[in-house]
């Protein structure tokens, strides 16, 4: 599957050598040259990337919080254009322009029969080194799928590649975070994390028709962002965003909440903010294996969960036809253009959050 990119590797065996952007250490990405990446297995394809994105759980590894990702190419958000298939791919051909989830699921399993693509006993994500199932990264020239038939999908004719590239993470993610918090029309709906997945949550909420949606954040662009796309905007900076948004409705809280950060404050301003009887959406990645679970007050008010990643591959072939018709703009969050030369810098903005949304393209 992918490649391990040595810190000195050697000149000859392969027949040639292309850009990627692999992990070097804590707030070390440096773009080189490595191998191309290559069909091996029947069910591979190859794409030539024309676009990737850097996404806010790609910081987790920048940040040196998650182990094995050392020497590994970076990057899970990705389009481009198949270059060759496996003998077993059926779906794709050379030429046909793709858009990948951010993880690879085989189609046959036990859970992927059952639609729950996320746990595919096969599962492993791209630029997450041997961590995750030791495939290669997006923020590169080339990149090898795995399982191309359940992990790719068509971009419909004419459709850019940046309005293409997040149904395979954030915007699958913010949609199934709203659907998860069953919304229901003239609801108020409370986002915490106005980042990439808290903006898409925001798009996607209003896709089922809630009357407010309350936007949770500290940075003020963010929430201006957000407000522009019709939220009312909560500087938890200035305000205790709890109070407010209960005061904002009649003293009760919002219908539903939708978690996007994966701190434990947030969870709780999630869990605090609903009223009784409302749902939680969580998807926020978790900076922590384990926090306190309100049981008495979960109880007493009968609030309902829901939490988990993403099961993308549900969700890509809807949104495309979402976006297609002009109901989704995703590519209105993208606030830098950049090469993939440049993605040292791209991740030290990203990182200081002077970038919303970065794309590279090679
Ligand atoms: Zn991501
Ligand atoms: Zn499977």
């Known amino acids: 599957m992918g490649r391990r990119v040595p810190a000195e590797f050697p000149a000859e065996p392969y027949n040639r050598d292309v850009k990627s952007a692999p992990f070097r250490g804590e707030k070390h990405v440096e773009v080189t040259d490595v191998p191309k990446a290559a069909v091996t297995k029947p069910t591979d ?4 990337v024309t676009l990737g994105g850097v996404c806010g759980s790609d910081l987790h590894i920048y940040d040196g919080r998650i182990p094995g990702c050392e020497g590994w190419g970076m990057g899970h958000e990705f389009v481009g254009v198949v270059e060759e298939v496996g003998p077993e791919v059926r779906r794709f051909k050379k030429g046909d322009r793709v858009v990948s989830s951010f993880f690879v699921a085989c189609g046959h399993c036990h859970y992927c029969v059952r639609g729950w693509f996320n746990q595919c006993v096969e599962r492993g994500a791209f630029g997450y080194g041997e961590y995750f199932g030791a495939l290669g990264g997006g923020q590169a020239e080339y990149v090898t799928v795995p399982l191309a038939d359940t992990t790719l999908e068509h971009i419909p004719d004419g459709m850019s590649d940046e309005k ?17 918090a069953e919304i229901k029309p003239g609801d108020t709906v409370a986002v915490i994390g106005a980042g990439p997945v808290g903006l898409m949550a925001v798009m996607c909420a209003q896709l089922f028709g809630p009357a407010r ?10 929430l201006e962002f957000a407000q522009g ?14 109070e407010f948004i209960r005061q904002a409705t009649g003293g009760f809280g919002v219908d539903r909440s939708i978690e ?21 959406s969580m ?28 099961n993308v591959q549900a969700y890509m072939r809807p949104l495309l036809d979402l976006v297609a018709a002009g109901r989704l703009q995703p590519e209105s ?16 903005i990203f990182d200081a959050r002077e970038a919303t949304k970065i794309v590279l393209t090679p």
Not at 229 to 242: Q, Y
């Open 45 to 48: 394809a190859l794409l030539k």
């Open 164 to 180: 293409a590239i997040f149904v395979g993470d954030i915007l699958a993610t913010g949609f199934f975070a709203a659907e998860r």
């Open 213 to 222: 949606i309350f936007i949770v954040d500290m940075v003020d662009s963010r």
């Open 229 to 242: 796309m019709g939220a009312i905007p909560v500087n938890a900076k200035e305000v205790n965003p709890v």
């Open 260 to 280: 996007c950060v994966g701190a434990l404050t947030a969870v709780d301003t999630a869990i605090q903010c609903v009223k009784g009887g409302g749902t939680i």
């Open 283 to 310: 998807v926020g990645v978790p900076n922590h294996t384990i926090g306190d679970f309100p049981y008495v007050d979960a109880w007493q008010r009968a609030l309902t969960f829901r939490v988990g990643w993403c």
């Open 333 to 348: 969050i993208i606030s830098h253009r950049m090469k993939l030369d440049q993605a040292a810098e791209a991740y030290r």
